[in-house]
């Protein structure tokens, strides 16, 4: 859990935050190919990272030109 990582980190008495972002594609839902899948959840993870939400599940919302 994100938050439990932070936590972790935050022991250390160092000023810094870490954030994790997660993207999430499923075979054969979201692509048809390995290669499909890695693109798809990479782009859920740029949109995780956007909206700061932590995660995301790939979507024709995210990309709607994809069709792999």
Excluded: C, N, W
């Amino acid at each position: 859990e994100a938050g439990a990582a932070r936590a972790r980190l935050g022991d250390f008495g160092g000023g810094a935050t870490v954030r994790l972002s997660i993207g999430l594609a499923v075979y054969p839902a979201h692509a048809a190919t390995r290669q499909g899948l890695i693109d798809a959840a990479d782009r859920a993870m740029y949109q995780a990272k956007q909206e700061q939400a932590g995660t995301a599940v790939y979507g024709p919302i995210l990309v709607p030109t994809v069709a792999d």
